[in-house]
């Protein structure tokens, strides 16, 4: 080959060779958040290392990455950089085993977001598009659309900078922040954020200010409040730059989305909006979060995310009916109880006539006699004395809690506090064991740090060890949003009042003035923990493509297990049911009737196993079911037409009779309200349609009964 030739080559190799690493994806993981919502445990520990279902949270963000194909990971870390690096090196992330070619760890000094953006831009570690995550972060979203489309936006627009990933939820839902409540302005059309604000509690003006310049550019934009936010970003290099030119940002939205959009003149720059309806995707902000989303985890919506997947070296977590999550080597007392929605690790032991109910409980733990826990979170090593109860609660490793103590709803016990027999914790406690100095001695990083003192025995009882956390006066610039996130109990106790999770089902309710609130689950409007569980039991055996008999079976264990009336088992079987069949509508291009033919004859017997009024003339049974139907499809698109169809198709498989419709139909608390009256419009023709059918029936035994006269 002539030199030319080898010349031309060498530039072809190199230039397919940048193309190449370009296109393989980087991610940084920020392993510190900068903030103060999870003191006191973030005093001794980094957030991403706090267990959350028994597995460090940045298990979860990790396996989130993988499963994108990220190949190069940058961890980047503030406080307790040692603890991050010594669990990273002896992880499996940094097996030969792992999915990632390159996985760093960046130490660094930076008392912001913003002051990290700008040191990462100045070491030059990032060579093409980038992911950037908390490592606080648990999803189960595929990155595979968003990623296209962020690619093929940056191909025609070298300006289109940005890509965030969000998340419909409803306008409230128990994962979202409590504090600030952010709204985004996007242009539909072509996905693009045009304005961002955050609204804050107490906040006097509740008005979102748009310039008026978009509304008159743009022909339709969309005012958004019901979106997660989980500060999953697809960037360019461009993005690390605008951080590095401006010094006064250090938030990523209400300082660098904000700025970005507002000075679109000046930098030509445009940010994008990826929003997903399915999947899960939520953010471990603050303690109310990490409630809600560790619910989420043992309920199974974040599947596969759940502790039986065992993300962890050593782990052998095996699931139970009920949501029970036990390790091997757990020790139960015979007379002891373990209720729904627990997780017990490895070596933990509980005594006789113990009671442990919605709660997680670490490993190598030591429960007494006569211990209730409920709704609480007890980590690893904690030894707990007979007769104690704690509830909605946090008590961290190391912890020993004497016997006869209460720990009431919101206390926070940090690591190593030892409370004294007979002792009871308020629920606005944070007991730490040592006491809290500033220092700043690591870089210029102000750290706080803990050195030994004299514990407070009017908190923690006589021979007790631990004192109340005291706030530094500048611990976070938002004092409401630090105070209220940092307490398990702000709002914790309404946590219930709505059970949505951020799972795959969603409804699609519309409003009467035809706004579409978007993201809420069949549950939304039910704080019945059976009907939350049976109902994600039974659309997860209709995702498998279990049986009817299996799908039976199931039912009738969690019906025993609560002993639920058959009226919460038909509301559960039809609302996992409409909303299977409303997917297949989305998902398959079907019609309605299509899918409900489709779905409903095969799993005839388990709706006909919630029917016993046959033989009676009135059809109690069969008007709750349709009363039921009704309102559950009242909140629905399409609302109308499965109500028909539904209709039809029972009655053509004989699990509803002729009167069991007509008694609905006549029945007032079907035409209770606007939305009843609506959805069941189209039905309408149905039933006259039975009317008919029975008054020609009538005729023709009127005749037959004639002609045997005239016989």
Same mark, same amino acid.
């Given at each position: ?342 997780? !017990? @690790?490895? *070596?933990?032991? /509980?005594?006789?006539?113990? $009671?442990?109910?919605?709660?997680? #409980? +670490?490993?190598? &733990? ?17 030894? !707990? @004395?007979? *007769?104690?109860? /704690?509830?909605?609660?946090? $008590?961290?490793?190391?912890?020993? #809690? +004497?016997?006869? &103590? ?20 308020? *629920? ?284």
């Amino acid at each position: 080959m002539s030199r030319k030739g080898q010349k031309a080559a060498a530039a072809g190799n190199k230039k397919r060779g940048e193309d190449e690493r370009e296109e393989s994806l980087q991610a940084i993981v920020l392993a510190d958040s900068f903030e103060t919502r999870f003191n006191p445990f973030t005093l001794e520990r980094p957030r991403c290392l706090l267990p959350l279902a028994n597995t460090p949270l940045i298990e979860y963000t990790l396996e989130f990455l993988a499963n994108a194909g990220v190949e190069d990971i940058f961890i980047y870390c503030g406080a307790h950089t040692d603890q991050v690096e010594d669990y990273i090196r002896n992880s499996k992330w940094s097996h030969a085993s792992s999915p990632f070619t390159k996985l760093d760890i960046i130490r660094s000094t930076s008392r912001s977001i913003g002051d990290a953006m700008r040191d990462l831009d100045s070491r030059n570690v990032i060579a093409g598009d980038f992911l950037i995550v908390s490592g606080d972060v648990v999803s189960n979203l595929p990155l595979e659309a968003a990623l296209a489309k962020h690619r093929a936006r940056r191909a025609d627009d070298k300006n289109a900078i940005m890509t965030m990933i969000l998340r419909e939820a409803g306008a409230s839902h128990r994962t979202k922040a409590r504090g600030a409540s952010p709204v985004f302005v996007v242009d539909p059309s072509k996905d693009r954020c045009l304005h961002y604000e955050e609204m804050r509690p107490g906040q006097a003006d509740r008005h979102v200010h748009i310039d008026p310049d978009l509304l008159s550019s743009h022909s339709e934009i969309d005012v958004r409040n019901d979106l997660i936010d989980c500060y999953i970003d697809i960037c360019t290099p461009d993005v690390l730059a605008l951080w590095t030119d401006s010094f006064d940002y250090e938030s990523p939205r209400k300082h660098f989305l904000y700025g970005v959009l507002k000075d679109y003149e000046l930098n030509g720059k445009t940010i994008h909006t990826h929003i997903v309806g399915d999947h899960y995707a939520a953010r471990v902000r603050d303690l109310q979060a990490y409630d809600a989303i560790s619910k989420d985890i043992v309920s199974r919506w974040a599947y596969p995310l759940c502790p039986d997947s065992n993300l962890l070296l050593g782990q052998s977590y095996r699931f139970q009916r009920g949501n029970i999550y036990k390790e091997d080597g757990v020790v139960l007392a015979r007379s002891c109880m373990v209720k729904r929605h627990t997780v !017990i @690790g490895q *070596g933990t032991s /509980i005594g006789d006539g113990s $009671v442990i109910s919605n709660s997680i #409980i +670490g490993r190598r &733990c030591q429960v007494g006699r006569n211990v209730k826990i409920d709704g609480a979170y007890v980590w690893d090593d904690v030894t !707990i @004395g007979d *007769g104690s109860e /704690i509830r909605q609660a946090v $008590v961290a490793n190391e912890a020993v #809690i +004497g016997s006869q &103590c209460t720990i009431q709803p919101g206390a926070l016990i940090s690591y190593g506090v030892r409370l004294a027999n007979g002792t009871k914790v308020a *629920g606005t406690s944070r007991i730490i064991r040592d006491r809290r100095v500033s220092s700043a001695t690591r870089g210029g990083l102000d750290d706080s740090v803990l050195q030994p003192a004299e514990s407070d025995e009017t908190l923690v009882g006589k021979g007790g060890r631990g004192q109340e956390l005291v706030e530094s006066e500048d611990e976070d610039d938002d004092k409401f949003e630090s105070t209220a996130s940092s307490r398990l109990i702000y709002n914790m106790g309404n946590l219930a009042i709505s059970q949505s999770s951020i799972s795959t089902l969603n409804t699609d309710e519309v409003s009467d003035d035809g706004i579409r609130p978007r993201g809420e689950s069949f549950t939304s409007v039910d704080d019945d923990e059976f009907h939350l569980t049976a109902s994600s039991s039974i659309f997860e055996a209709l995702q498998r493509g279990d049986g009817p008999d299996i799908v039976q079976i199931e039912l009738q264990g969690l019906r025993m297990g609560e002993d639920a009336s058959y009226h919460r088992v038909r509301r559960a079987i039809i609302a996992a049911f409409m909303m299977w069949i409303m997917l297949q509508v989305e998902t398959q291009g079907i019609g309605v009737g299509e899918a409900v033919d489709k779905v409903l004859r095969k799993y005839r017997v388990v709706f006909e196993k919630t029917i016993f009024d046959k033989d009676s003339a009135t059809k109690v049974d069969q008007v709750d079911f349709l009363l039921s139907l009704q309102g559950e499809l009242k909140k629905r698109e399409k609302g109308e037409n499965l109500l028909l169809f539904t209709s039809k198709e029972l009655y053509g498989m004989d699990v509803l009779e002729e009167d069991g419709f007509q008694q609905w139909w006549q029945d007032e608390r079907s035409t209770a309200d606007a939305e009843m009256r609506r959805v069941r419009s189209q039905t309408q023709q149905f039933i006259d349609w039975l009317a008919t059918a029975e008054e020609e029936s009538d005729d023709e035994d009127d005749d037959d009964d004639e002609g045997s006269q005239d016989e």
